[in-house]
Antibody
Framework: QVQVVESGGGVVQPGGSLRLSCAASGFTFRNYGMHWVRQAPGKGLEWVAFIEYDGSNIKYVDSVKGRFAISRDNPKNTLYLQMNSLRPEDTAVYYCATNRDSYRDGKCYSDYWGQGTLVTVSS | QSVLTQPPSVSGAPGQRVTISCTGSSSNIGAGYHVHWYQHLPGTAPKLLIY???NWPSGVPDRFSGSKSGTSASLAITGLQAEDEADYYCQSYDSSLSAVVFGGGTKVTVL
């Protein structure tokens, strides 16, 4: 069955870096766009980034532009999120999620999600 | 402040019907972009409930239904059950932000 499993979370100081990974299985990873979505403590879901199936289209929420980078390795069935210049407000559970339908046409949604990995930014 | 506005909480007795509203604007729901709904229990993976305004993914009971009109959308839960206690989120796309947007979430309590 479809599985996406996040890893790489942890505690990091403000200004530090962390790289999250998302291992995908049970579907043809190279054919699907992917998202990162986060949930800060006590808050709702917030979309973070999207990458097209072939990496040709990448989008970010404004608050992480210039600090975070989404990428993928299709032969390894793995999605990444490189997070630099981390701030306390980046503290959240980060979810990896599959993309369905067209991002360019604004129809996209996520049909499979991982359990998330916790990132804590604190001194 | 979320781009899509949801009530913080709704409640109902077992067997009742509850609805959750999701209000947007002319740059998202009102522009014709699809609305999708997710159920989320803390500590678990969010689950897709409704996609493209009114459609059910495989395995989702038809007690859950979606609708959309103008700049708003709604999720209805009929025959409320104890297992429906969770947080519910609407999601769409905003053309002025060029970004996926979520509602702030609604906590459903079964009395």
């Amino acid at each position: 069955q479809v599985q996406v499993v996040e890893s790489g979370g942890g505690v990091v100081q403000p200004g530090g870096s962390l790289r999250l990974s998302c291992a995908a299985s049970g579907f043809t990873f190279r054919n699907y766009g992917m998202h990162w979505v986060r949930q800060a403590p006590g808050k709702g879901l917030e979309w973070v980034a999207f990458i097209e199936y072939d990496g040709s289209n990448i989008k970010y929420v404004d608050s992480v532009k210039g600090r975070f980078a989404i990428s993928r390795d299709n032969p390894k069935n793995t999605l990444y999120l490189q997070m630099n210049s981390l701030r306390p407000e980046d503290t959240a559970v980060y979810y990896c999620a599959t993309n369905r339908d067209s991002y360019r046409d604004g129809k996209c949604y996520s049909d499979y999600w991982g359990q998330g990995t916790l990132v804590t930014v604190s001194s | 402040q979320s781009v899509l506005t949801q009530p913080p909480s709704v409640s109902g007795a077992p067997g009742q019907r509850v609805t959750i509203s999701c209000t947007g604007s002319s740059s998202n729901i009102g522009a014709g972009y699809h609305v999708h709904w997710y159920q989320h229990l803390p500590g678990t993976a969010p689950k897709l409930l409704i996609y493209a305004n009114t459609n059910w993914p495989s395995g989702v009971p038809d007690r859950f239904s979606g609708s959309k009109s103008g700049t708003s959308a709604s999720l209805a839960i009929t025959g409320l059950q104890a297992e429906d206690e969770a947080d519910y989120y609407c999601q769409s796309y905003d053309s002025s932000l060029s970004a996926v947007v979520f509602g702030g979430g609604t906590k459903v309590t079964v009395l």
